[in-house]
């Protein structure tokens, strides 16, 4: 696949299309809440947790403002089954979190995913594992946010921002994508990216936003689970409109009946899985930088991608042929966006190597992969510069102080 | 088929697979009772389940709609739903685990909140279906299939649990009270809140079998009987006893969750629109 050079996502044209609004200096929690807001949220439920604390004040005041609902949950166990709950009554849903409450969300999250939930789930990563150094960023749960659920069986939807604006746009499209895909998204945001303030331009009216909102719709008909079918685009079930419909946590019939029977089996993961693998395009969001002639491109997501696109931009007046390539999408895992086989510099916040395995996979020869691990602390630009010279000119990472490069 | 079966259930889904000697089929025709006396019709009531013997044989059988949790938050999911349905009976139908064990925090703070649903908690003193483990009902000293020496734990009732946190009706019965728990559940549907009925039943297979060393499902109710009344026919006292009937009513004495909420919603909104 060839890389559109710039934003690809669907706000790039949003953000040309409203213009009439208000500039505030602002949150990245705030400008979740408001994007949350924007889409029609109607029911918040959730358990404090720094960094994601400040979401939960938001929503407290914010909702009741729009006649929706606050719902302090007594656990993060409880806080997504009340969201899936109201879901399921016919709201648009979200929850918010740090790692140690993600965790506890994933009894919730299999259960949401397979009944075809839309629910919006929020991880504000800090530094682990348990509860770590509260006020640190991290990137620790890449693959917890994959494999958010026991079982098997299933694929997932994550998105991540790296901005205080792009957080708002990102959380009305993640709305979208789980009205769309009928299933749960993940904004995969952290400490950074939720706690810093900067410029946050909001529409002055959310009302001009029905061309970009995908509303709720009910389904009132059978099938409630198409087996064996990959459609997306179809109305969420909804419990209250006398269907019938059945929910379970079991394997079930097109009907929701639990059934112990493979065809079943085989029916239902068809659907969990390729709803999502048929529609992957639709899913695809990144930003690439200079990759017309680049040798070495680095690949980051979240904060971290902050530093290291100014890191890019210093290499290449430097006269080091780098590109840069942010991952917005990072599940379904992009792999089109890594068919090109040069060298790859994966900056992330873990020293035990996450984002970088499925970059060695994808990635035509994973000799050419190189990993810049840190762990509680961002990147400086002077280290991914250094490093981004050094993979260029002798194929190697440089020793550098409290950074990881190895990868087993 | 049974009138009220015929009324309510799905045809294609009963009888249930409950084994046999299980009341689990006689407590919902009870409950199916109640509800038809109440008059309620298949529109107006949520039907949710637990995890383990109850929400496995009861899930599904209700005509109308239908949700089983995953294992003890069925209180939780309600939560949410109550907030987007106030207009909904909930009823949940849970075991002695998903209520007071694995889902005993959602049961405290949904007491605690008076969430507008009707719990029924049948409990089989035990993890029966998963072969016979003691459960925090199970009576201290009994003999399980994880308590080989005797349930060496405290037991608890947990109808003591959600009065202490604030539920509005709390009733206490068994599957040998046939009337006394069709008006026990008439009467936890009549609350605008927070409802909990326990409702004690054998499980011939596991814990008759294990704890009373019978299977005959007459001498497991039989058992069941004696401990409501403390006594047996031959007039000898039990090992312990329990109180059954209402143990607390305060039906309709504060206000439900989800209209808490909404009036918080007119008042915040009035000030909103209020003159500075």
Known sequence: ?408 | MNKLAKKYLRPELVPTKACQGCAIGSIEHWLLQAIDESGLKLEDVIFGAGIGCVGRQTFATWGGDNFGATHGRALAVATGLKVARPDKQIMLVVGDGDASSIGASHLVHAARRNVGVTVICEDNMGYESTGGQFSPTTPEGYVTNSSPYGMVEQSFDPCDLVIAAGATFVAETTAVQWRQTVKIVKMALANDGFSFVHIRFPCVQNFGASALGSRDPLYNMEWIHDHTKGRTDDGEETDFAWTTGIKHDASNSRPEYSKVLRDLNTRVRADMDAPA
């Not at chain 1, 348990?130 to 098997?152: D, K, L």
């Not at chain 1, 895909?181 to 952290?190: H, P, W």
């Not at chain 1, 946050?200 to 008909?221: C, K, Q, S, T, W």
Request: glycine share 8%; net charge negative; with cysteine.
């Open chain 1, 1 to 408: 696949m060839t890389l559109t050079e710039g934003l690809v996502a669907p706000w790039a044209e949003w953000q040309e299309t409203y213009q009439d609004g208000q500039r505030l200096l602002e949150a990245g929690t705030y400008a979740l809440t408001e994007g949350a807001v924007a889409a029609g949220l109607g029911v918040f439920a959730g358990y404090p947790i720094t960094p994601a604390t400040d979401i939960a004040e938001y929503m407290s005041k914010r909702l009741p403002q729009i006649d929706g609902f606050y719902l302090q949950a007594e656990d993060e166990l409880a806080g997504m089954h009340m969201c899936a709950g109201a879901s399921l009554g016919g709201q648009k849903v979200m929850t918010a979190t740090s790692g140690p409450g993600f965790t506890l969300m994933h009894d919730a999250y299999g259960w949401a995913i397979v009944n075809e939930i839309p629910v919006v789930v929020v991880d504000a990563m800090r530094v682990g594992p348990v509860s770590g150094i509260t006020g640190a960023p991290g990137q620790g749960e890449f693959y917890v946010s994959r494999y958010c659920s026991h079982g098997g069986n299933i694929e997932t939807i994550v998105l991540s921002p790296n901005s205080v604006q792009e957080t708002f746009w990102l959380t009305i499209d993640a709305f979208n994508l789980a009205e769309r895909f009928r299933t749960v998204v993940t904004v995969l945001t952290d400490q950074v990216i939720s706690d810093m303030s900067e410029d946050l331009f909001l529409p002055g009216d959310y009302g001009d936003l029905a061309d970009i909102v995908v509303p709720r719709r009910h389904n009132l008909e059978m099938p409630f689970f198409p087996g064996n079918n990959s459609d997306i685009d179809l109305a969420p079930n909804v419990i209250g409109e006398g269907t019938g419909v059945c929910v379970s946590p079991y394997t079930h019939t097109e009907e929701g009946y639990d059934i112990e029977d493979m065809e079943a089996q085989w029916a239902q993961t068809f659907r969990l899985i390729n709803k999502i693998r048929h529609h992957k395009e639709e899913i695809l969001r990144y930003e690439a930088i200079g990759l017309e002639d680049a040798e070495v491109v680095a690949v980051a997501y979240g904060a971290t991608s902050r530093t290291v696109k100014t890191a890019v931009e210093e290499a290449r007046r430097q006269g080091v042929k780098a590109g840069f390539l942010r991952l917005i999408s990072l599940w379904p895992f992009p792999d089109e966006l890594l068919e090109m086989d040069l060298l790859y510099l994966v900056c992330e916040l873990n020293y035990d190597g996450q984002l970088v395995r499925e970059v060695m996979r994808a990635a035509p020869d994973k000799k050419k992969v190189h990993f810049m691990g840190k762990s509680g602390e961002m990147h400086t630009v002077a280290e991914v510069c250094e490093a981004l010279q050094s993979v260029n000119k002798d194929q190697k990472m440089p020793e550098q102080p409290f950074i990881w490069t190895e990868v087993r």
